[in-house]
T-cell receptor
């Protein structure tokens, strides 16, 4: 298996633009997580899906952020409109069940200028 | 609420020495899992060790071991014979297994930057 695949690896965009981050979890995994990592806030959980259903989105900063998981093999995190404070590394992770290891993608480094 | 606290922002150790990283957590659940992840400069998150809360025996993986104190809600990581390649950010993480308001949520602490000096 290729592991969790995120795209793009790097994204630079202008303030106000829409940004879409993509994630392909490992086949057979039923949980998917989106995290944001910054120096100031560490690794924050944004949203968590189980069997494609959002279970906890309390970490989503505001309405500018939205996430979808239309099927078991794909998820997106969208920021519209983007702001400079959204600059961070965004990670996607998946796991087979609640007690098992979560596997992380390589992350997307987002820079909003 | 489910929280994980790592009180040491940075630690350093000499090569071949032993170092212990601290982690405490807060939960009302009785059944859960705890993890330590390592994030080297490459940014990749790597599982170091995993502990099941209902197992009293502390988990061990080669040079890495944990001291799990369930009553105190403490889960420290001990790295023996430290190597230069252990230099990384270390995260403690927690997930519940069933039920509760945090149902399966995987929460991370703030991280501890460990530097191993030659």
């Amino acid at each position: 298996d290729a592991g969790v695949i995120q795209s793009p690896r790097h994204e630079v965009t202008e303030m106000g633009q829409e940004v879409t981050l993509r994630c392909k979890p490992i086949s057979g995994h039923n949980s998917l997580f989106w995290y944001r990592q910054t120096m100031m806030r560490g690794l924050e959980l944004l949203i968590y899906f189980n069997n494609n259903v959002p279970i906890d989105d309390s970490g989503m900063p505001e309405d500018r952020f939205s996430a979808k998981m239309p099927n078991a093999s794909f998820s997106t995190l969208k920021i519209q409109p983007s702001e400079p404070r959204d600059s961070a590394v965004y990670f996607c992770a998946s796991r087979r069940d609640r007690g098992s290891e979560a596997f992380f993608g390589q992350g997307t480094r987002l820079t909003v200028v | 609420a489910q929280t994980v606290t790592q009180s040491q922002p940075e630690m350093s150790v000499q090569e071949a020495e032993t170092v212990t990283l601290s982690c405490t957590y807060d939960t009302s659940e009785s059944n859960y899992y705890l993890f330590w992840y390592k994030q080297p400069p490459s940014r990749q998150m790597i599982l170091v060790i995993r502990q099941e809360a209902y197992k009293q025996q502390n988990a061990t993986e080669n040079r890495f071991s944990v001291n799990f104190q369930k009553a105190a809600k403490s889960f420290s990581l001990k790295i023996s014979d430290s190597q230069l390649g252990d230099t990384a950010m270390y995260f403690c993480a927690f997930t519940t297994v069933a039920g509760g308001t945090s149902y399966g949520k995987l929460t991370f602490g703030q991280g501890t930057i460990l530097t191993v000096h030659p």
